[in-house]
């Protein structure tokens, strides 16, 4: 016998399972398993024979290692060994039949050596020895152990003098063998033996000889074939014969019974089994949804379980609740435990719990209750796991969307979600804000106010800035009365938050200060002073430095009639689908209660007038040309906007070129008269390319300019190298200037002011006199007017593409004509503009 103070411990392996815990990544783990390896074979190969003990403690270190899903390809004959040492306490074999069990594969070569152990152990009467012997070959279950052990099994199973619990084993093994390899199990004579232990007085010997239809378990009847028919009827619709469904309703209302009547027994299994019978005859009610009665009773037990000691219990009382709140028979029920349920969201110790009582709160809530289980979830947030509070700040926003009948009332609460749970809060939910407060005029003057006394808190989070840059950029001008929030006093607010933020939010703040010049001309002399500053117009962020320059140049040479109706309010967004409760879908992982069922469940509450999917587009962006698509830029309609002269995206907004005094187009390259070299790159439209613009570079006397050929088509955000080869042909005193201008070729747009009637029939009858063809439904906005036409020649047929946008409040026009000649698109625009 070992000596005590090794004992059966084993403090290498119990060292070796704490390093394994206290891995702080997945490549400490790997490197501290193959450094034990080394070590393991190392020992098992040395001269050194070892002793009973360590072979126990490394086949138990190799065991932990393959459960960890590492594959083990030495110590299985050490394991063996095991088998056959001299450990009078049994140790040793269990551990070395339990390697064998898991490690080792029916088709393994040490089958002949496990077989002699087993062998002797079945002839040792041991009934220890015994029981892990038959229990490794049911386990393994090989043919060549059905050679072996065939007819040695079934002469244990019946003789007098085995235990009750080798029988057992014997039993269940037989079985194993017979499915495995049912030509070797030949009973024979042994059969009607076997037949004689159904009346065996031990119930484990009588179980395990057959399979008992008819058996209770702890005081409950058939236990597991009750939830499997249970489980079992669930994936079928309601009968609709009314005699069957009756009996299957009497059958639901005797389990619901039995569940009240007081336990006849304390032990665990008792409760366990009755449990698990009526969470499935529940689960079954819930299917059906068909049965009032039954639904409320239902609803009224689980409550019972809501308090219950066992955590298990409370949860699966929760997250049948769940379901049962999306019921029109039993939602009113499911309403009555609400004080319950908030106080399991504030005390319970298991964040699975936690998470369910939150679910729950979603799901029973309505009109009568909205106000208090927002308020309980966002004091529960401040507090709330890190796990879970993307979810619960989705729940909060849905709730007080889809719920909300003073709009006040919302924007409080996502303002307030925000300042809680900021770092939680996705773009989909402070998008919807915006969304909302531009489609509800009754509610804008109150966010204008409501977000600027948020900005004034010392620690703001981004996301209330991205807000109040928004709701103050588009309505600010509603509490510009106030001498405490003047427009001085707004932009100054918003801009000491500018520093701090990610280059998004400062590029949506720009914007916002665009709108502000249109909103108070008092603040132009300040918020270009900010434009022109060399942080902003030479930011390393080429979105950023985009928006101060053409922000700066839109406010210097923009008419006041322009600029407003370049900068004018945001209109309404087109009713659709909230797209957080897009988001919280796809949070809801496999085994969670299905959002789907619950919003399908809930009609009573419509979403409020306003929102797509889409985040808020402003005007004042689309003079941006080009951008990056990040989420803040999709916000502001980035990646819909129109490169300046391009027909636009947005229709029916007026955009004023900033870049140039004169409507028409530059030429892609081309030497002005005063020697200054002016080139364009190419925009989408590929022809004519850049590289043929070689010709007229090289026209300069003074220089040889060689170009090479680049990409037709520059994404936002991304860059371009346009290689410029120079050489000095002879000297000069001015020094020449490369004039960059992002403009499409053969386009020209002229913004002017009407010189006739609007009247639509007026401009149809023009158009059509031209020679033009009107072309409908291709333009999105039915406002504007998109023809088509050729101007014959007797040298060459000129393609001609024409867009006439009219904006009857502003009384102006915007022309953009595009044709296959670049000098004809020029001219024919300069006369055309003189017709309207």
Sequence with gaps: ????????????????????????????????????????RSKFKGDKALDGYSKKKYVCKLLFIF??????????????????????????????????SVLVNSNSELIRLINNAIKNDLSSRNPTFMCLALHCIANVGSREMAEAFASEIPRILVAGDTMDSVKQSAALCLLRLYKTSPDLVLMGEWTSRVVHLLNDQHMIVSSASTDLQDYTYYFVPAPWLSCKLLRLLQCYPPPEDGAVKGRLVECLETILNKAQEPPKSKKVQHSNAKNAILFEAISLIIHYDSEPNLLVRACNQLGQFLQHRETNLRYLALESMCTLASSEFSHEAVKTHIETVINALKTERDVSVRQRAADLLYAMCDRSNAKQIVAEMLSYLETADYSIREEMVLKVAILAEKYAVDYSWYVDTILNLIRIAGDYVSEEVWYRVIQIVINRDDVQGYAAKTVFEALQAPACHE????????????????????????????????????????????????????????????????IQEVLRCDSQIRNSDVELQQRAVEYLKLSSIASTDVLATVLEEMPPFPERESSILAKLKKKKGPGAVSVTELEDNKREGGELNGGGDRGPDTAAIAASNASTPSPSADLLGIRS??????????????????????????????????????????????APPLSEADELLNNWPKLNVQTKPVEPLVEGGAQIQQVLNIECLTDFSDAPLLNIKFRPQQEAQKIFKANHSMDTEVLKAKLLGLGTALLD????????????????????????LLRLEPNAQAQMYRLTLRCSKDSVSRRLCELLAEQF
């Excluded at 084993?10 to 501290?32: H, P, Q, T, W, Y």
């Excluded at 039915?782 to 047929?797: D, H, L, M, R, S």
């Design 1 to 40: 016998m070992p000596a005590v103070s090794k004992g059966d411990g084993m403090r290498g392996l119990a060292v070796f399972i704490s390093d394994i815990r206290n891995c702080k990544s997945k490549e400490a783990e790997i490197k501290r398993i193959n450094k034990e390896l080394a070590n393991i």
């Design 777 to 800: 439904n291709v333009d999105p906005n039915p406002e504007n007017y998109v023809c088509a036409g050729v101007i014959q020649t007797k040298g060459q047929q000129v393609g001609c």
């Design 463 to 526: 996301n209330m800035v991205k807000v109040g840059g928004y709701i103050l950029g588009e309505f600010g001008n509603l509490i510009a009365g106030d001498p405490r929030s003047s427009p001085l006093v707004q932009f100054n607010l918003l801009h000491s938050k500018f520093h701090l933020c990610s280059v998004p939010t400062r590029a949506l703040l720009l914007s916002a200060y665009i709108k502000f010049i249109n909103l108070f001309p008092e603040t132009k002399a300040t």
């Design 67 to 100: 459960l960890l899903g590492h594959d083990i390809d030495f110590g299985h004959m050490e394991a063996v060994n095991l088998l056959s040492s001299n450990n009078m306490m049994g140790v040793n074999w269990t551990l070395g039949y339990l390697f064998i």
């Design 641 to 686: 906007a129109a490169p300046i002269g391009a027909a636009p995206a947005n229709a029916g907004s007026l955009l004023v070129d900033v870049f140039s005094e004169a409507g028409p187009a530059a030429p892609s390259a081309a030497v002005n008269d005063d020697g200054f070299l002016s080139s364009a790159p190419p925009s989408e439209d590929p």
